[in-house]
T-cell receptor, first 116, second 116 residues
Framework: AQKITQTQPGMFVQEKEAVTLDCTYDTSDPSYGLFWYKQPSSGEMIFLIYQGSYDQQNATEGRYSLNFQKARKSANLVISASQLGDSAMYFCAMRESSGGYQKVTFGTGTKLQVIP | NAGVTQTPKFQVLKTGQSMTLQCAQD?????MSWYRQDPGMGLRLIHYSVGAGITDQGEVPNGYNVSRSTTEDFPLRLLSAAPSQTSVYFCASSYSGGAGGMDEQYFGPGTRLTVT
């Protein structure tokens, strides 16, 4: 079974609109972390936001927020007021413990294109 | 701080050749890892290390070796290159490998490897 599932290979959003990128995960660890990364066409991986499994509040970082629904095992990324520079690949990732050491698993990504 | 550095940026190998991809970080991070990125498959973990002298296999370890003699360096060795190893390789590091707490990974710029 996939540990991280991103069901949207590609998304379009109008500039200045909000967009939600979906991510569901599968783990039996009680302690885990969820991350979102952005990969622009230049190729670098840029950390956006983090949510811990025990965090009570949804994480927010500027225009990024993480809609964390633990019971549904979903960690959707919401980008508000989209900008042209938001066009990129977005990856959801999960860190979980494995025998005391962490392993990080990535989803297959969503390509977001912002339309002027 | 240089962060995470990788060399070379590009490499072309013939089938059967061996080579080492270099990765170094100057942030005194304990946890380092290697990923490969293939179209449509996201990032897949090859090997990781939780400290000098300690390494473990990830999701796709076959055909690759690693060692960690210092905190700073985590080279990835391709033993006998195959066309299936054509990919973009990312090295990443984070402060610790223990469970709990935000522990984002810092990524290097990547190495684009082609095996003919």
């Amino acid at each position: 079974a996939q540990k991280i599932t991103q069901t949207q290979p590609g998304m379009f959003v109008q500039e200045k609109e909000a967009v939600t990128l979906d991510c569901t995960y599968d783990t039996s660890d009680p302690s885990y972390g969820l991350f979102w990364y952005k990969q622009p066409s230049s190729g670098e991986m840029i950390f956006l936001i983090y949510q811990g499994s025990y965090d009570q509040q949804n994480a927010t970082e500027g225009r990024y927020s993480l809609n964390f629904q633990k019971a549904r095992k979903s960690a959707n990324l919401v980008i508000s007021a989209s900008q042209l520079g938001d066009s990129a690949m977005y990856f959801c990732a999960m860190r979980e413990s494995s025998g005391g050491y962490q392993k990080v698993t990535f989803g297959t990504g969503t390509k977001l294109q912002v339309i002027p | 701080n240089a962060g995470v550095t990788q060399t070379p940026k590009f490499q072309v190998l013939k089938t059967g050749q061996s080579m080492t991809l270099q990765c170094a970080q100057d942030m005194n991070h304990e946890y380092m890892s290697w990923y490969r990125q293939d179209p449509g498959m996201g990032l897949r973990l090859i090997h990781y290390s939780v400290g000098a002298g300690i390494t473990d296999q990830g999701e796709v370890p076959n055909g690759y070796n690693v060692s960690r003699s210092t905190t700073e360096d985590f080279p990835l060795r391709l033993l006998s290159a195959a066309p299936s190893q054509t990919s973009v390789y990312f090295c990443a590091s984070s402060y610790s490998g223990g469970a709990g707490g935000m522990d984002e990974q810092y990524f290097g710029p990547g190495t684009r490897l082609t095996v003919t």
